[in-house]
T-cell receptor, first 113, second 111 residues
Framework: KQEVTQIPAALSVPEGENLVLNCSFT??????LQWFRQDPGKGLTSLLL?????REQTSGRLNASLDKSSGRSTLYIAASQPGDSATYLC????????????FGTGTRLTVIP | DTAVSQTPKYLVTQMGNDKSIKCEQN?????MYWYKQDSKKFLKIMFS???????INETVPNRFSPKSPDKAHLNLHINSLELGDSAVYFC??????????FGSGTRLTVV
């Protein structure tokens, strides 16, 4: 059974700092991995999708890496801003079939002005 | 706007009632899903459905039933609501090899 873990559960940083969020998964036979952002009381916003054949994806100040063999992904946020404050979720997909998306428990990020 | 939209956003109802949550996607995706986010913010799959196959998470009570009138819609019907059903329910959709797109959620409160 796939288990997805995110560490730390919560993180507070001063504005402008670079930071790394971690995601680990137990079954390395993944199809892809997706990072989401969830604001309080809101839905999930997709940030980055990394296919199993890729090592990293970048979007603006965000960079996500994937190391399938070790079962790890990191989300790097450069020059953090108060608007980055949210819960960040990673989710791994085991295959192209349905019911194959497994979510981590999330990291709650607070960027202090 | 292209999106996954679900209604209502908030739903407060009494125990024992039957309610439905609607979901529509205009992304042309093949598969739609319902997820439940509990009080600890953990997201868990309830159902997935494409035009050929319905997959039900075995832990979901049979009081919950998805109904899909067409490829772009997957509604969630709940019978005999219980206090423990209170949660945020998210609809989502995806293409075969693509990313998932989520709706903004429906906060259900059973009193």
């Amino acid at each position: 059974k796939q288990e997805v873990t995110q560490i730390p559960a919560a993180l507070s940083v001063p504005e402008g700092e670079n930071l790394v969020l971690n995601c680990s998964f137990t079954d390395s036979a993944i199809y892809n991995l997706q990072w989401f952002r969830q604001d309080p009381g809101k839905g999930l916003t997709s940030l980055l999708l990394i296919q199993s054949s890729q090592r990293e994806q970048t979007s603006g100040r965000l960079n996500a890496s994937l190391d399938k063999s070790s079962g790890r992904s990191t989300l790097y946020i450069a020059a953090s801003q108060p608007g980055d404050s949210a819960t960040y979720l990673c989710a791994v997909r085991l295959g192209t079939g349905a019911n194959n998306l497994f979510f981590g428990t999330g990291t709650r990020l607070t960027v202090i002005p | 706007d292209t999106a996954v939209s679900q209604t209502p956003k908030y739903l407060v109802t009494q125990m024992g009632n039957d309610k439905s949550i609607k979901c529509e996607q205009n992304l042309g995706h093949d598969t739609m899903y319902w997820y439940k986010q509990d009080s600890k913010k953990f997201l868990k799959i309830m159902f997935s459905y494409n035009n050929k196959e319905l997959i039900i998470n075995e832990t979901v009570p049979n009081r919950f039933s998805p109904k899909s009138p067409d490829k772009a819609h997957l509604n969630l019907h709940i019978n005999s609501l219980e206090l423990g059903d209170s949660a945020v329910y998210f609809c989502a959709s995806s293409q075969l090899q693509g990313s998932y797109t989520f709706g903004s959620g429906t906060r259900l409160t059973v009193v």
